[in-house]
């Protein structure tokens, strides 16, 4: 069935938010050297300093190994998102005006390999119990090895990735259907609603002006190297490494 040219240009089409909404396209990273990287400026006013935000991720990772959803530049720096199956847990930390390193860690099962998943991260850090994780509708308590404190998230130059290695986690592998950074923490009803019963929601219409990043595959060519483009937010998510096959119909809708 041949798609309407249509969906691809208008970020925010089908119903505002409600369930009519869908993303026809995923990109699959092969875990080797592919991920995607987003110009600093474009997100540092919003990721660093002091930082009250929420990640919402919808992927299908194939392979039951370490991995990197989102970093920013090297392991002292910025905010990384991660996931460490030898070692049973998934981390979120960054590091301090004092490059201290401030983590918070879920147990690794909380992600289903081969299954999609929409995780939700919230990252305050001036109020520590507002760091949290929701997976699929749920809040996922966070293990005993927790520590995250009140600090700023230590400025850098260094671009945005997703899915690029950091600290040996190793390059993300599987399929990503969306991709939103929300400049507040989000509650689990808020979760719950963009999650929609496992065919998310679209993060624009439900978040509004809040909503600062939107990664939709479908807002790119066909060919690689993509340019994945937020049009209301004016910033551009650009391939490294991958092939037009990359580019794939698998999703969760």
């Known amino acids: 069935m041949l798609l309407s040219p249509l969906r691809y240009i208008n970020p925010i089409s089908g119903n505002r938010g409600g369930s009519a909404f869908s993303i026809a396209k995923s990109f699959y990273l092969d875990g080797v050297d592919e ?16 930082v009250q935000a929420s990640f919402n991720f919808t992927f299908k990772f194939t392979n039951d190994d370490n991995f990197t959803l989102w970093g920013n530049g ?11 199956q030898s070692s049973n847990f998934i981390q979120m930390y960054y590091y301090n005006e ?14 289903t390999v081969n299954a999609w998943n ?4 919230t990252i305050d850090t001036t109020t520590v119990s ?11 308590s966070p293990d005993t090895s927790t520590l995250i404190s009140s600090q ?3 400025t850098t130059a260094d671009d945005f990735s997703i899915g690029l290695s950091i600290a040996g986690f190793g390059n993300y592998d599987g399929y990503i259907n969306q991709i939103s950074v929300i400049d507040r923490v989000i509650s689990l009803s808020e979760h719950q609603s963009w999650h929609n019963n496992g065919k998310p929601k679209n993060p624009q219409s439900l978040f509004g002006s809040n909503c600062k990043y939107f990664f ?24 490294v490494n991958m092939e037009d096959a990359d580019k794939t119909t ?4």
């Open 98 to 111: 004092f490059s201290q390193a401030k983590y918070i860690r879920f147990p690794s099962s909380a992600f």
């Open 35 to 50: 991920y995607f990287t987003i110009p600093n400026a474009d997100l540092s006013s919003v990721l660093q300093g002091v």
């Open 216 to 239: 939709n595959p479908d807002n790119s060519g066909d060919t690689a190297q993509f340019t994945v483009t937020d049009s209301v937010n004016s910033i551009t998510a650009t391939s």
């Open 250 to 253: 698998e999703t969760p809708y």
């Open 118 to 121: 929409n995780a939700t991260f």
């Open 130 to 140: 507002n760091n949290k994780l929701f997976v699929n509708g749920a809040e996922i």
């Open 74 to 84: 090297l392991i002292d720096r910025g905010i990384f998102i991660g996931y460490a």
């Open 152 to 154: 700023e998230v230590l």
